[in-house]
T-cell receptor, first 111, second 115 residues
Framework: DAKTTQPPSMDCAEGRAANLPCNHS???????VYWYRQIHSQGPQYIIH???NNETNEMASLIITEDRKSSTLILPHATLRDTAVYYC????????????FGKGTRLSVIA | GAGVSQSPSNKVTEKGKDVELRCDPI?????LYWYRQSLGQGLEFLIY????????KSGLPSDRFSAERTGGSVSTLTIQRTQQEDSAVYLC?????????????FGQGTRLTVV
């Protein structure tokens, strides 16, 4: 079972920042927060992951609260191509555990 | 290759037939995962390989499903006596190693339709 809670859908105007929230109140100290997205009819695409510090890469920023019970994925300047289902996943740092996907957030970027 | 490759991209089969789905992971990746996604649904974990062994088979939905991996590379997912409820997109992913600090890269999937 997924250990995260995300809103089922969100809209964002093109060119604006998209802020996607995720609750993971039962996260353990040795679990990472991962974000993936799935554009229609494609395989999931890795975006970013982090443990407790905020992370930034060329695609997005990940803001994790100090208590680690929630996080926000930020797409700084959303484009129409960012329309996708975004999945927030927690995954233990060691051992052989697969990514467990929940229902995600369907982000619609509107022109 | 540059990414995870799956074949065929589409497969239509008659109910009761066996099918084999193939996954070529990224070269050197030791971990390999199979998922399936039914229409309009989320991703369902099926099985995981570390090298050639499968420590986690918990997601296989029935004994009609099996998977193997040879040479630490190519993996085959076999579905025997296919049923209509097996219709889905079957996705494969690989990662350089197991564990939570490693990203997994997904293929584009095989769309299986059982008629």
């Amino acid at each position: 079972d997924a250990k995260t809670t995300q809103p089922p859908s969100m809209d964002c105007a093109e060119g604006r920042a998209a802020n996607l929230p995720c609750n993971h109140s039962t996260i353990s100290g040795n679990e990472y927060v991962y974000w993936y997205r799935q554009i229609h009819s494609q395989g999931p695409q890795y975006i970013i992951h982090g443990l407790k510090n905020n992370e930034t890469n060329e695609m997005a920023s990940l803001i994790i609260t100090e208590d680690r019970k929630s996080s926000t994925l930020i797409l700084p300047h959303a484009t129409l191509r960012d329309t996708a289902v975004y999945y927030c996943i927690v995954r233990v740092a060691t051992g052989n555990t697969p990514l467990v996907f929940g229902k995600g957030t369907r982000l619609s970027v509107i022109a | 290759g540059a990414g995870v490759s799956q074949s065929p991209s589409n497969k239509v089969t008659e109910k009761g037939k066996d099918v084999e789905l193939r996954c070529d992971p990224i070269s050197g990746h030791t971990a390999l995962y199979w998922y399936r996604q039914s229409l309009g649904q989320g991703l369902e974990f099926l099985i995981y390989f570390q090298g050639n062994s499968a420590p986690d088979k918990s997601g296989l939905p029935s004994d009609r499903f099996s998977a193997e991996r040879t040479g630490g590379s190519v993996s085959t997912l076999t579905i025997q006596r296919t049923q209509q409820e097996d219709s889905a997109v079957y996705l494969c992913a690989s990662s350089p190693k197991s564990g939570g600090n490693t990203e997994a890269f997904f293929g584009q999937g095989t769309r299986l339709t059982v008629v």
